[in-house]
T-cell receptor, first 111, second 117 residues
Framework: LAKTTQPISMDSYEGQEVNITCSHN???????ITWYQQFPSQGPRFIIQ???TKVTNEVASLFIPADRKSSTLSLPRVSLSDTAVYYC????????????FGSGTRLLVRP | GAVVSQHPSWVICKSGTSVKIECRSL??????MFWYRQFPKQSLMLMAT?????????EQGVEKDKFLINHASLTLSTLTVTSAHPEDSSFYIC?????????????FGPGTRLLVL
């Protein structure tokens, strides 16, 4: 299981772009990188997944360098409602693969 | 998208009683489901893997006799906390993977808040 390292917390202001970096030095060839968002007293919600280079959806972008030992979740123009905990997970895209959550990054967006 | 539900959303019980939490995949079948526990300000901790038609697989340190898991159908897994004690008070979350879907791999339930008095 690839271990991930993220900043414990980050602060930002409304309208700013937020970049959260995750380190996964031991990522395996068949591992994908997935980010989840969790609000208090709710289950995690899928944000984005990628294998290499750049992935973008309506919510975020995911940047993965060539060596894949890290990844950066980019949230454009955050709002107060983006205050949440963000988890970076690494593992094969096997539906039976059990997810092991790290500590996550607690993002606080201020007005 | 696919939806996973949990019932109840919250429960309060007396110490020594048993509590059952249901996890359902609403529009897809799941031969495997996962149960997590989350204490305040902490990350999710995987408790066990629920397998339809067979015994659950428990993570190290999780008492299988205390946390009974039954995966009776392809859309339902239940977690029973037996002889609950105050230290079992936590937020319990289940997830179900959707096979073959590009991108998203697991869907999480909304969680069940358990308070043992």
């Amino acid at each position: 299981l690839a271990k991930t390292t993220q900043p414990i917390s980050m602060d930002s202001y409304e309208g700013q772009e937020v970049n959260i970096t995750c380190s996964h030095n031991n990522i395996a060839t068949n591992d994908y990188i997935t980010w989840y968002q969790q609000f208090p007293s709710q289950g995690p919600r899928f944000i984005i997944q990628g294998y290499k280079t750049k992935v973008t959806n309506e919510v975020a972008s995911l940047f993965i360098p060539a060596d894949r030992k890290s990844s950066t979740l980019s949230l454009p123009r955050v709002s107060l409602s983006d205050t949440a905990v963000y988890y970076c997970l690494v593992g094969p895209r096997d539906s039976s693969y059990k997810l092991i959550f790290g500590s996550g990054t607690r993002l606080l967006v201020r007005p | 998208g696919a939806v996973v539900s949990q019932h109840p959303s919250w429960v309060i019980c007396k110490s020594g009683t048993s509590v059952k939490i249901e996890c359902r995949s609403l529009d897809f079948q799941a031969t495997t489901m996962f149960w997590y526990r989350q204490f305040p300000k902490q990350s999710l901790m995987l408790m066990a893997t629920s397998n339809e038609g067979s015994k659950a697989t428990y993570e190290q340190g999780v008492e299988k006799d205390k946390f009974l898991i039954n995966h009776a159908s392809l859309t339902l897994s239940t977690l029973t906390v037996t002889s609950a004690h105050p230290e079992d008070s936590s937020f319990y979350i289940c997830s179900a993977p959707l096979s073959g879907r590009a991108g998203e791999t697991q869907y999480f339930g909304p969680g069940t808040r358990l308070l043992v008095l």
